[in-house]
């Protein structure tokens, strides 16, 4: 069974991953064979790996930012806030996002919901550098 420590560090593991340019491989071995993806939760469910690599390799190579706001996390569950931030040139975009995810016995994701929506979303541009 997951410890509670266990559990924080795979949160903070999947934020890390996904700043990296989302390591589809690394993010998708932390999920469980049949885990269960809604994100945002509403949207049809992404069963397996192979849906979930498909789901994460949209972003792979991206540039982003993630910031870790408040983690609650059990032995077996973790709720989280983050701030998801990706770079497209000059414009960015911010998606705050709210994460519950549920861990099964061998310690990997069993499922995962993201708490978003339009209005959780900011852009802008970031102007040249004036030399």
Do not use: C
């Not at 993806?37 to 192979?50: L, N, T």
């Not at 032995?75 to 099964?104: C, S």
């Amino acid at each position: 069974m997951p410890s509670r420590e266990h559990v924080a560090s795979t949160v903070r593991r999947y934020l890390d991953l996904v700043a990296e340019g989302g390591r589809v491989d690394d993010i998708v071995d932390l999920y469980a064979e049949d885990a269960v993806i809604e994100d945002p939760v509403g949207d049809e469910p992404i069963v397996g790996h192979q849906t979930i690599w498909n789901f994460y390799g949209i972003v792979e190579n991206d540039r982003a930012e993630t910031e870790l706001v408040t983690l609650r996390a059990t032995d077996r569950e973790a709720a989280f806030v983050f701030n998801l931030t990706l770079h497209y040139g000059a414009r960015r975009m911010r998606i705050e996002v709210l994460e519950v995810m549920v861990f099964g016995e061998d310690g990997k994701i069993a499922s995962m919901k993201a708490y978003w929506s339009a209005e959780n979303i900011t852009e802008w541009t970031v102007p040249d550098e004036v030399s």
